[in-house]
């Protein structure tokens, strides 16, 4: 059983749109990682979130906590075709213990 | 600060063989986590090092094990290879792990026949 759902699985859209992914569990989480992950690379961490209700903005993409603390969203104003990769939310639900990860939501965006 | 590297990047082995996959944390960073990336399950955590010693263990068989050495370099051994370990193994490494923000390398590409 997967403890991070994310949804969609597969996002196909034109530059210009825009788009939100999203990051549920049952589970409450000390903390959420947004990581992106580019094809032969390893995922690089776009955010930490650790407050519920937390809105942090990176640029373009706006990452929130639930206020919760069982869900998260991914929000990209804009898309650009840099921005195609594969989204990743991890967390972790005590500290000292391991993160868990979700599937991904895999992004494909043309010009 | 260089980034954590992983050797060899591609792999070929077959059935029944063992394989050992290396990784160079950045420096400084004491933790050592590994995952294993496949299409169909994700990725999915195998263990974490710090310090030399296990820290955490996700639920894989016993045939996957690894070590820290002292400067903090970490080696995963895959014993018997079967068809389904077949998958991306990423490394990555923070400050103090357990939970905390990862950095990743490129990978290790393993190919089962």
């Known amino acids: 059983t997967q403890l991070l759902e994310q949804s969609p699985q597969f996002l196909s859209i034109q530059e210009g749109e825009n788009l939100t992914v999203y990051c549920n569990s049952s589970?409450?989480?000390?903390?959420l990682q947004w990581y992106r992950q580019e094809p032969g690379e390893g995922p690089v961490l776009l955010v930490t979130?650790?407050?519920?209700?937390e809105v942090k903005k990176l640029k373009r993409l706006t990452f929130q906590f639930g206020d919760a603390r069982k869900d998260s969203s991914l929000h990209i104003t804009a898309a650009q075709p840099g921005d195609t990769g594969l989204y990743l939310c991890?967390?972790?639900?005590?500290?000292?213990?391991?993160?868990?990860f979700g599937k991904g939501t895999s992004l494909l965006v043309t010009p | 600060k260089a980034g954590v590297t992983q050797t060899p990047r591609y792999l070929i082995k077959t059935r029944g063989q063992q394989v050992t996959l290396s990784c160079s944390p950045i420096s400084g960073h004491r933790s050592v986590s590994w995952y294993q990336q496949t299409p169909g399950q994700g990725l999915q955590f195998l263990f974490e090092y710090f310090s030399e010693t296990q820290r955490n263990k996700g639920n894989f068989p016993g045939r996957f094990s690894g070590r820290q050495f002292s400067n903090s370099r970490s080696e995963m051994n895959v014993s018997t290879l079967e068809l389904g370990d077949s998958a991306l193994y990423l490394c990555a490494s923070s400050l103090d792990g357990g939970g905390t923000a990862q950095y990743f390398g490129p990978g290790t590409r393993l190919t089962v026949l």
């Open positions: 589970s409450v989480f000390s903390s």
């Open positions: 979130v650790v407050t519920g209700g």
């Open positions: 991890a967390g972790v639900r005590n500290s000292g213990y391991a993160l868990n």
